[in-house]
């Protein structure tokens, strides 16, 4: 157990639907991050929050719409989403950027 | 800009045997360098980070090096286990310090056989 929570650990969705995943934290950490894993690929970056301002969004489509209400949750809207997006999301959290992350467990995503 | 690489993609070793893992960079002088464990379908976990300063870090059959001159790190697991079985990412800070994110390497995938 890390301290990071992540729901729903799976998600099946169509191409026209709307879901959210949610990560919370409990480590009193001040930036959050959100990545994507395709299977056997290496981690990439989406999102990054500190102090619940988004410092970083690496090009990643209006699809995904993340959402950091305070420096303990963090949420990743999406919509409309295509099947090369079918992938393990991951959070994490570090006490402040380039420090140690502590990740979540997930979210296998899979988009018909 | 700073570049990581792990050498191998896949490394497969005997039970018992010691698996050494590389991780180069290049373009930077990082204060520190960290390893984490990731096993299938779930979140890396942080093992251990070496300082500049140290030449060595050791925990429990864990053993990281970090050569500052070659810009490498090693990454050691004596009398390895099937268990051991994942893939090992390094991760450095990046260029600058504080004001970026840590930078992941792509990865080891360890297999130790029985």
């Known amino acids: 157990e890390t301290g990071v929570t992540q729901t729903p650990r799976h998600l099946v969705m169509g191409m026209t639907n709307k879901k959210s995943l949610k990560c919370e934290q409990h480590?009193?950490?001040?930036?959050m991050y959100w990545y994507k894993q395709s299977a056997k690929k290496p981690l990439e970056l989406m999102f990054v929050y500190n102090f619940k301002e988004q410092t970083e969004n690496n090009s990643v489509p209006s699809r995904f719409s993340p959402e950091c209400p305070n420096s303990s949750h963090l949420f990743l809207h999406l919509h409309t989403l295509q099947p090369e997006d079918s992938a393990l999301y991951l959070c994490a959290s570090s006490q402040d950027r380039a420090d140690t992350q502590y990740f979540g467990p997930g979210t296998r995503l899979t988009v018909l | 800009s700073q570049k990581i690489e792990q050498n191998s993609e896949a490394l497969n070793i005997q039970e018992g045997k010691t698996a050494t893992l590389t991780c180069n960079y290049t373009n930077y002088s990082p204060a520190y360098l960290q390893w984490y464990r990731q096993d299938p379908g779930r979140g890396p976990v942080f093992l251990l980070l070496?300082?500049?300063?140290?030449k060595e870090k050791r925990k429990e059959r864990l053993k990281v090096t970090f050569d500052t001159t070659l810009k490498q790190s090693l990454f050691h697991i004596t009398a390895s286990q099937p268990a051991d079985s994942a893939t090992y990412l390094c991760?450095?800070?990046?260029?600058?310090?504080?004001?970026?994110?840590?930078?992941f390497g792509k990865g080891t995938k360890l297999s130790v056989k029985p």
């Open positions: 480590l009193g950490h001040n930036a």
């Open positions: 991760a450095l800070p990046p260029y600058g310090g504080s004001q970026g994110n840590l930078i």
């Open positions: 070496i300082r500049e300063n140290e």
